[in-house]
């Protein structure tokens, strides 16, 4: 019924930039919180940035300044620009999204598959 796909994830060198896109398609009736979380082999999932349906945002201590993220709402998508990056930036991206669907009463949290960020010379 609803779905996240991620997009953008690569190799890319110590200090250059990726954009990650997620969008959300289906039977969505309305979008709330959108976030990325990261994740690496042994270690727990964690939050990287958050941004309510009405633009706040917030941001892992780790990212800030280096991370934007942004959301398109006439798109269902939400956007991770990172710029900087390092190599403990390497892992597993993923987007989280807490949204209404037209068919299943209440607010749902949905996942997408995760795209592969590698920072590597």
Request: charge should be positive; glycine fraction near 12%.
């Amino acid at each position: 019924q609803v779905q996240l796909v991620e997009s953008g994830g690569g190799l890319v060198q110590p200090g250059g930039s990726l954009r990650l896109s997620c969008a959300a398609s289906g039977s969505i009736f309305s979008i709330a919180d959108m976030r990325w979380y990261r994740q690496t082999p042994g270690k727990q999932r964690e939050l990287v940035a958050a941004i309510t349906g009405g633009g706040n945002t917030i941001y892992a201590d780790s990212v800030k300044g280096r991370f934007t993220i942004a959301r398109d709402n006439a798109k269902n998508t939400v956007y991770l620009q990172m710029n900087s990056l390092k190599p403990e930036d390497t892992a597993a991206y993923y987007c989280n999204a807490d949204l209404r669907t037209t068919v299943i009463p209440g607010t749902g949290s949905y996942w997408g598959q995760g795209t592969q960020v590698t920072v590597s010379s």
